[in-house]
């Protein structure tokens, strides 16, 4: 057993196990509802509380699935991603963990750490990004500063839960390098970098095998080669078989009451098909996460008393704002209120921006105010304000969207845009069309709204264009709008912060976490998503993102890491601290970044490692990505300001997985000597990271596609794996 025996109270907890008789210890294993664990009140063991979930404390929730106390609702995922920035994510998610505490609740079912794989996917908005080492980034600081609240945080879902669409029923198939290199590493960095001490597994089945009775994942990456020493819970309502799943390593089903753990655990160990060594386990598992956050002591008392304070709201609107992804510009932005006389606030999300996704994710917001509400306020009268909602956002069922004669409409906020002297239109979706439990048909935008835009921009050539959007969808007026902002869903200051954004009191401090693609057909799980005869597909392999657009030389719309300012900056020079990597090594690049612009503003240094020969596939050289991203660092800075940011790289920035060929060794024996393979690397015995040797370029750039230096770096290699104790990046 890893866990500890004592935690912040001293209390025993080899000795509390050791008195609970088998039924108590059981029932630990599985909730008793929908948000609570067992009680084991003759030894003095309260409930647990939880609750979703990623952007805002949901606490208790009625029939209906909704809160039933309000909450402070921090920006979606996928706008946390955008941010680039791990302190900010920290800011966010901390305020989270409060407010769980506020609502008696010690375990937070977030982050979600699956990876953006298609633009489809319902729940792109409550994950990061597409790459997994930004991603898993951004999870280890949300899940510090969750942890220090004294919340357990959950990383989520265990693994390939990339697709809504039968999610209980379908198998992701995926091989081992792909698994390990993209859709396992945020995981891994949650675990070796926050000390994440709680994990959900997925709906979905992994190759064929529930991932809650998956004993491989569970025993031996997990706790075995990572060293994860808190609790496996599974997502709600998911499959678990009583004995695989006891033997797998899982912990806790929810919710209650157990249908595969609980009573029907403790009949499974009376019959001898479990033993009770492994009840032990659980339950010693499952009191040391709790006793480590002080939950075994100071549960909560069951009230929610969530408090709306300026500090939370100040933090949502920052966050917000340096979320927000300038993707064009040629100088419309930032309006100046004092030079205009009039502005046309145009579109369905004028006066309803979406916040939020759909499903458990959804909170009730302390407070909702609109855009033009936001803006009216802002320009104090000076400024003559047009609101026209210019279409219906279809499957909007509000009063207001159902009441709504499009070409009417339309007509009016074409109007509106020729008389104003700018005119913003502001078009996305919503928690109907993104959301948990179906996924997205179409990368266009709902309705009419593509119309409207290419009206608007036609009757007014100053146009901005706002997208209120959680992931991507299809941009045919791109070359169209003077200016597009990527504002995503950004909580409950976002009328507020995309003001701030707008009229330049705040800069659009962020860059995209995902690739913005010309069209769906061009992705690179089209044609394998979603699921097909119960089977997820992941055919497109390592290729995910960038590194698909990039390996296939397709075009896109806008590129991985983009993000414009207002103002310039300056990248380079950059210096290594070596220009060798030896076995073991490490290396620090300074990269100097200038402000040379009029206004404050931010930078996003980007660092991407590029194999020898451009990662094509050759004898002794396995398939690697063009470029994949090893590191990065956000920096803001006053107009004039310089400084220099540093980043570390190690030898896992350079490695690939090899998974072990255990069958060459009798194939060579049946081959008899003859046609012998020179190329032992392709053969190694034994699975792991391997760094191959020789010249590699470390790319320093302001995205994926804009590279602005390059240094190489001579790599030693390792004739074995890297030691599993090894840092991630």
Known sequence: MTWHTTGGTGRDLAALVASMTLDEKASLSAGTDTWHTAAVPRLGVPAVKMTDGPNGARGATGADHLSLTTSVCIPSASALGATWDPAMVAQASGAVARQAREKSARVLLAPTVNLHRHPLWGRNFEAFSEDPFLTGRLAAAYIRAVQAEGVVATVKHLVCNETEHERRMCSSEVDERTLRELYLLPFEMAVKEAGVLA?????????????ADDARLLSDVLRGEWGFEGLVMTDWWALASTVDAAVAGLDIEMPGPG??????????????????????????????????????????????APSDNEEDRAMARRVAAESMVLLANDGLLPLEPSSLSSIALIGPAAHRLALMGGGSARVRPHYSLSLAEALAARLGGSVRLLVEPGCALAGDASEAGAALDDEGALAR???????????????????FWESESYDRTSMDLPGAQAELVRRVTAANPATVVVLNTGAPVSLPFAGQARALLQCWFGGLELAHALVDVLVGDAEPGG??????????????????FPAEASEVRYGEGQLVGYRWYQARHLPVSFPFGHGLSYTTMRVGPVRASTGRLDEGGSLSLEVEVENTGARPGSEVVQVYVAPPGG?????????????ALKGFAKVRLAPGER????????????????????EWPELLERLGGVDRDRSPSFHRSESGWYVDPGTYQVEVGRSCEDIVARVGVEVVGRTGPIPRNAPVG
């Open 259 to 304: 249908r595969a753990f609980g009573p029907a655990l403790a009949d499974a160990v009376r019959r001898g098909e479990v033993d009770e060594s492994r009840l032990d386990d659980i339950a010693g598992r499952i009191l040391g996460v709790f006793e480590r956050v002080g939950a075994l002591d100071d549960p909560g008392d069951g009230t929610e």
């Open 413 to 431: 906020a074409v109007e509106a845009a020729r008389s104003a002297d700018v005119a913003v239109v502001v078009v996305g979706t919503n928690d």
């Open 643 to 662: 400084t220099t940011v540093r980043i570390e790289l190690n030898e896992r920035s350079f490695a690939y997985y090899d998974v072990a060929d255990t």
């Open 511 to 528: 860059r995209l976490p995902v690739t913005l693609p010309v069209r769906v057909e061009h992705t690179p799980a089209f044609g394998n």
């Open 615 to 627: 990662g094509v596939a050759s004898p002794g050289r396995p398939f690697r990505a063009t470029r």
């Open 199 to 211: 994990v959900m597994t997925s709906y979905n089945r992994l190759n064929g095998r529930y991932l």
